[in-house]
């Protein structure tokens, strides 16, 4: 069993720059792919990007050049880097562990992301 929180979440104008934390506790982070998604109004869950045991990063182009993902197993943590934040980027963001991106067993609460001026 693992429990994730994120937190970072708030209020950011456009162009600016934000990380997320997430926080791990339970069983052996490092066996399990971490990841970020985002679910913005009225809209689906997307996957931002997954982070393996072993560091091999993936990312959603539509974010891959703003976005990047850090993972620290000795703390447990995964953070989520966003730059030049976008309108657009407003949305909750979660973290997943499991075993692939289709694969996500567990899921933290959220943190809302806002952006506006």
């Known amino acids: 069993q693992v429990q994730l929180a994120e937190s970072g979440g708030g209020l950011v104008q456009p162009g600016g720059s934000l990380r997320l934390s997430c926080a791990a506790s339970?069983?052996?982070?490092?066996?399990?792919?971490m990841g970020w998604y985002r679910q913005a109004p009225g809209k689906k869950r997307e996957l931002i990007g997954t982070?393996?045991?072993?560091?091999?990063?993936n990312y959603n182009d539509a974010v891959s050049s703003r976005f990047s993902i850090v993972r620290d197993n000795d703390k447990s943590m995964v953070y989520l880097h966003m730059n030049s934040l976008k309108l657009e980027d407003t949305a909750v963001y979660y973290c997943?562990?499991?075993?692939?991106?289709?694969?996500?067993?567990?899921w933290g609460k959220g943190t809302l992301v806002t952006v506006s001026s």
């Open positions: 982070m393996t045991t072993n560091g091999a990063v």
């Open positions: 339970g069983s052996v982070f490092s066996q399990y792919v």
């Open positions: 997943a562990s499991g075993y692939s991106k289709d694969e996500m067993i567990y």
